[in-house]
């Protein structure tokens, strides 16, 4: 299914998700700890808070490996595409011919179209090992991402990641936070140019059957 009608899904749902109450009104447990961060490395955080159907985190700062923005109407399809090329990446096609250890969670930055049937805009990012980020390799086609620290809104859902799914899930999470002071944040952070509406992150391979845990990101700063 088209992005641009996974934008449209989101719309519809938040919509009705707001005159029904559905999501805000289930305690929805979003603190479960990803098991492949037990097996590989992971972005640390802080819990903020936890709330209905939603949890703020604050991450320390980070540093990713992104591919530049793949055009496409389907972000299962951007992700496999943006993955085979941060996959030559950590086998060593960087400019320090280095292997690089497996992280994760394979972030997914959605900036989708206005018009029907029009590609929207994907960036797909790997997480950088701690004992990579001083000196990330460079690599033709991909760029560093340095992020300070960062709030984050997340949603959990399991399961394989679907491009009508996704849709719901970040209108589910959209809903959960309306009228808190995170909603405001957010809203401000979509301001600035380089803000998405969401950020799909997966934490398993595709080989994975069980236990497979995903999430929706909303970025945001706190001011001072």
């Known amino acids: 299914m088209a992005i641009t009608t996974i934008s449209s899904i989101f719309k519809v749902s938040f919509l009705m998700t707001l005159l029904s109450g559905l999501w805000p009104d289930q305690e929805t447990s979003v603190t479960v700890f990803p098991p492949t961060c037990n097996r590989i490395e992971c972005p640390s955080f802080e819990t903020i808070e936890v709330g209905n159907g939603y949890e703020i985190r604050k991450y320390n700062s980070t540093v990713w490996v992104s591919t530049s923005p793949i055009q496409d109407i389907s972000l299962v399809e951007a992700t496999r595409t943006g993955f085979l090329q941060l996959f030559d990446y950590i086998q060593g096609k960087n400019y320090y011919k280095e292997k690089i250890e497996m992280t994760g969670p394979v972030i997914t930055e959605v900036s989708p179209s206005d018009g029907p049937l029009c590609e929207s805009s994907f960036v797909v990012s790997f997480f950088v090992p701690k004992k990579n980020q001083a000196n990330p390799a460079p690599a033709k086609g991909l760029h ?71 999430e929706i990101w909303m970025l945001f700063d706190l001011e001072k």
């Open 144 to 214: 560093i991402q340095k992020w300070k620290p960062t709030y984050v809104a997340i949603r959990q859902f399991s399961g394989f990641v679907n491009d009508y799914e996704i849709g719901v899930e970040a209108a589910a999470l959209e809903a959960s936070i309306a009228g808190t002071i995170w909603s405001a944040a957010i809203d401000k952070n979509r301001g600035t140019e380089s803000s998405s509406v969401y950020t799909v992150a997966q934490y398993n391979s595709p080989f994975e059957f069980k236990n497979r845990v995903n």
